[in-house]
C-alpha cells in the first residue's frame, strides 16, 4: 500500500498567492481529513469528507480556505489569497471505518508551507 | 467530543518502561481510546486503540480501567529512538457512520541514553 500521498512537501510562496495542496488518500478508504500543525496551535482538524461529502468544516480558519474532493482518490485544500500566518505544516489523512471495531487514520507526510 | 489531558513532558532512559496517563473524564460509551506517535517532520502515526481492559501489540500496552476515565499507554524498554510526542484520543469510531478525531496538546517524551 502506497499510503496517503501529499504534494507538494514543501512550498515557499509568496503573501497574496493562491496555494493549493494536494491529496491522495489510500485506496478503499471511505474518509478524508486535512489536518494544520503549527508550534503554537498544535495539530487542528480543518476539515473532513466522508464518502467524498465534506461532513465538518467547522476548523477551517476562514473564507481564504476552501477544500474539495471531487472523487474517492483525490482532495485539494487551497488558500487564497495566502498570508505569513498560513504558515504551517499540512497533514492530510484517511481511514476506513471497520464496524464496531473502531479504525485507524493514516497520515500523510504532510505539506511544509511558507508563506513570505 | 471528550476531551483529554496528558502531561507536557516526561524524560526517560532507554531500556525504562514508559507509563504515560491520559484523562478522559467526560469518555462516552460509543467511544474508542486511540494513541499516536508523532517524530519531528513527519505525520502522526497509530500506535495501539482499545475499548476497555487492556490491549497489547507489538509496540505497546493500553490499560483501560473499568471507569474508562483514563487510559495508560505503556512502552516497554524504551530507546532513544521512541523520543517522539505521544498523543491520545477519544472518539466514536464505530457506529456512527462518521468520525472526528481531535488532537490535544500530546506529551512530548524524551529518552536519554
Known amino acids: 500500500d502506497a499510503g496517503v500521498i501529499q504534494s507538494p512537501r514543501h512550498e515557499v510562496t509568496e503573501m497574496g498567492q493562491e496555494v493549493t495542496l494536494r491529496c491522495k488518500p489510500i485506496?478503499?478508504?471511505?474518509?478524508l481529513f486535512w489536518y494544520r500543525q503549527t508550534m503554537m496551535r498544535g495539530l487542528e482538524l480543518l476539515i473532513y469528507?466522508?464518502?467524498?461529502?465534506?461532513?465538518?468544516d467547522s476548523g477551517m480558519p476562514e473564507d481564504r480556505f476552501s477544500a474539495k474532493m471531487p472523487n474517492a482518490s483525490f482532495s485539494t485544500l487551497k488558500i487564497q489569497p495566502s498570508e505569513p500566518r498560513d504558515s504551517a505544516v499540512y497533514f492530510c489523512a484517511s481511514s476506513f471505518r471497520q464496524g464496531i471495531t473502531g479504525n485507524t487514520i493514516y497520515f500523510g507526510e504532510g505539506s511544509w508551507l511558507t508563506v513570505v | 467530543l471528550a476531551k483529554t489531558t496528558q502531561p507536557i513532558s516526561m524524560d526517560s532512559y532507554e531500556g525504562q518502561e514508559v507509563n504515560i496517563t491520559c484523562s478522559h473524564n467526560?469518555?462516552?460509551?460509543?467511544?474508542?481510546i486511540t494513541w499516536y506517535q508523532q517524530f519531528p517532520s513527519q505525520g502522526p502515526r497509530f500506535i495501539i486503540q482499545?475499548?476497555?481492559t487492556k490491549v497489547t501489540n507489538e509496540v505497546a500496552s493500553l490499560f483501560i480501567p473499568a471507569d474508562r476515565k483514563s487510559s495508560t499507554l505503556s512502552l516497554p524498554r524504551v530507546s532513544l529512538s521512541d523520543t517522539a510526542v505521544y498523543y491520545c484520543?477519544?472518539?466514536?469510531?464505530?457506529?456512527?457512520?462518521?468520525?472526528?478525531?481531535?488532537f490535544g496538546t500530546g506529551t512530548r517524551l524524551l529518552v536519554s541514553p
Open positions: 484520543l477519544v472518539g466514536d469510531l464505530g457506529n456512527t457512520g462518521f468520525q472526528k478525531l481531535v
Open positions: 485506496s478503499g478508504h471511505n474518509s
Open positions: 469528507f466522508n464518502n467524498n461529502v465534506p461532513i465538518d
Open positions: 467526560n469518555i462516552a460509551t460509543n467511544d474508542y
Open positions: 482499545g475499548y476497555k
